[in-house]
């Protein structure tokens, strides 16, 4: 987004770190922990509410008046969303937040082709453990996941 606006993306120097560690030029061009440089700013998830966002804009009056705020998050998923047109924003006062369809979680598919390719000796679920039917459910699919490497080893 900085790229496209030929702005820098202020952000807090604990993002700014982690960004650092890709060791691009080209983000590294586009990053900065000095907010009153750039019309860009990127705060983190737990910021992104209208209180925050509304102190946030209380900081930078002199600057702007008004913010537009995207918040990523799968949570924001409905099988009614199809396409952009069906995201809609939240409005408070000089405040507006798009919810985007967005997840870091992995699918099915992906988490067992990364087990996989790891070979762990040991995996420890962090999600959907509630109930001791569940954990074996996942412990199940771990244990299916590892024997079709062993299979495949063997077979090569």
């Not at 102190?55 to 099988?79: C, E, I, N």
């Not at 992906?110 to 569940?134: A, C, D, H, Y």
């Not at 459910?137 to 299979?151: C, D, L, Q, S, T």
């Amino acid at each position: 987004i900085a790229g496209v606006l030929g702005c820098k993306a202020s952000m807090f120097i604990d993002k700014y770190n982690t960004l650092k560690c890709l060791e691009s030029q080209t983000v590294n061009s586009l990053i900065t922990t000095d907010f009153s440089s750039g019309a860009l700013h990127v705060l983190p998830m737990m910021r992104i509410t209208f209180n925050h966002l509304q102190a946030h804009l209380s900081s930078f009056s002199d600057r702007f008046d008004q913010v537009l705020a995207f918040k990523p998050t799968g949570w924001t998923y409905t099988d009614k969303c199809d396409s952009l047109t069906d995201i809609k924003p939240q409005v408070r006062g000089k405040i507006t937040i798009y919810g985007i369809p967005y997840s870091e979680h992995s699918s099915y598919l992906e988490m067992k082709r990364f087990v996989q390719w790891l070979k762990p000796n040991k995996i420890i679920p962090t999600v959907n453990m509630g109930s001791w039917e569940s954990r074996k459910v996942m412990e199940g699919y771990f244990r299916e996941w590892k024997a079709e490497v062993a299979k495949k080893s063997v077979s090569s």
